[in-house]
Every structure is written in C-alpha cells, then in structure tokens.
Nanobody, 128 residues
Framework: QVQLVESGGGLVQAGGSLRLSCAAS????????MAWFRQAPGKEREFVAAVSWSGSKTAYAESVKGRVTISRDNAKNTVYLQLNSLKPEDTAVYYC?????????????????????WGQGTQVTVSS
C-alpha cells in the first residue's frame, strides 16, 4: 500500500519561503514521476511542479516558475518543494502525487489523471 505524507506547510508572510516534503512509503521504483499540485479555496486543483525519478527532468507551472524548485532524494524516498518569494495567491492546500511506471514528458507530467497516488495535503497560507 503506497502512502504519501506531506509536511512543511504553515503560515508565512508574503515574500517568505517554505520547504514542503513528501515522504513516500510502501513502494519504490526506478521509473516514477512525482509531482506537487495545489488547490485554493473555491478553485480546482492545479499543477505546480513535477520531477522524474532521476531528478534530471522537471516541469513547472508558469505561475510559479522561477520561485519554486522541486527536487528529490531517492535514498530517503522523499520529494521536496522549495517555495520562495511567496505571494498571497500561493495560499492553498498542497498535494503530493505519484505515478509509478509512467514515462516522462512535460505535457503528461502536468496531467492530474496520470497520478495514481495522492497524499492528504499540507496547508500553505501566505499573509499579505
């Protein structure tokens, strides 16, 4: 049984930074794609960033490009999302997602439907 557990969310002032973590357990592999999505109140869940198993390939939403970095430590089965220069519009619940066995491509990395496993989410609140 795959489990994804997010942590690191919290309340931060605009311009601040947070690092989110997603610890995966129950299954490991060498061909997965990991991603972060977010959902703000009253809005649909949206793609934030994704990373290939090797960590050499990444994709970012335009809205966060330049402010966000996704990375992973396969020895720890953990994926990270570094959020910098946070804005009030970044306020959302951030979800980690995993697709085991998928092929990397930027368009499909952004597609919610490709991810089989999801975490419970961690709240990020940015005050102005």
């Amino acid at each position: 049984q795959v489990q994804l557990v997010e942590s690191g969310g919290g309340l931060v002032q605009a311009g601040g930074s947070l690092r989110l973590s997603c610890a995966a357990s129950g299954r490991t592999g060498s061909n997965d794609v990991m991603a972060w999505f977010r959902q703000a109140p009253g809005k649909e869940r949206e793609f934030v960033a994704a990373v290939s198993w090797s960590g050499s390939k990444t994709a970012y939403a335009e809205s966060v490009k330049g402010r966000v970095t996704i990375s992973r430590d396969n020895a720890k089965n953990t994926v990270y999302l570094q959020l910098n220069s946070l804005k009030p519009e970044d306020t959302a619940v951030y979800y980690c997602a995993a697709d085991y066995g998928g092929v990397w491509s930027i368009p499909t990395a952004q597609a919610m439907g490709r991810y089989d496993y999801w975490g419970q989410g961690t709240q990020v609140t940015v005050s102005s």
